[in-house]
């Protein structure tokens, strides 16, 4: 069964960090593009932080520029989002999502939400 599994929310103070995982079962993450997604109570969904594993290519929300990054443990089929500076505003619902699609960018799958697999979501609150 092929699926995404996030992990790693939780609550944190401003200008804490967090790392979430996403792991991937049933295929291999080589060819496919991993996406960050964040949803907040009462605003649109948010294409946080993409990457196109066949060639590495990435984008980030403005938003998050200079703050998330993206890495990959091939051993382990996961995909990390390491979340520092945090803020409220980071406050939100994240969401994994995979997309086998040969001719999708990471911006595109960012901005328009392309996605063949979706996963739970986990949770993370920044409050003081």
């Known amino acids: 069964q092929l699926q995404v599994v996030e992990s790693g929310g939780g609550l944190v103070q401003p200008g804490g960090s967090l790392r979430l995982s996403c792991a991937a079962s049933g295929f291999a993450l080589d060819n496919y593009l991993i996406g960050w997604f964040r949803q907040a109570p009462g605003k649109e969904r948010e294409g946080v932080l993409c990457i196109n594993n066949r060639d590495g290519s990435t984008h980030y929300a403005d938003s998050v520029k200079g703050r998330f990054t993206i890495s990959r443990d091939n051993a382990k089929n996961t995909v990390y989002l390491q979340m520092n500076s945090l803020k409220p505003e980071d406050t939100a619902v994240y969401y994994c999502?995979?997309?086998?699609?040969?001719?999708?960018?990471?911006?595109?799958?960012?901005?328009?939400?392309?996605?063949?697999?979706w996963g739970q979501g986990t949770q993370v609150t920044v409050s003081s």
């Open positions: 999502a995979a997309d086998s699609s040969a001719i999708t960018t990471a911006q595109q799958m960012c901005i328009m939400g392309y996605h063949d697999l």
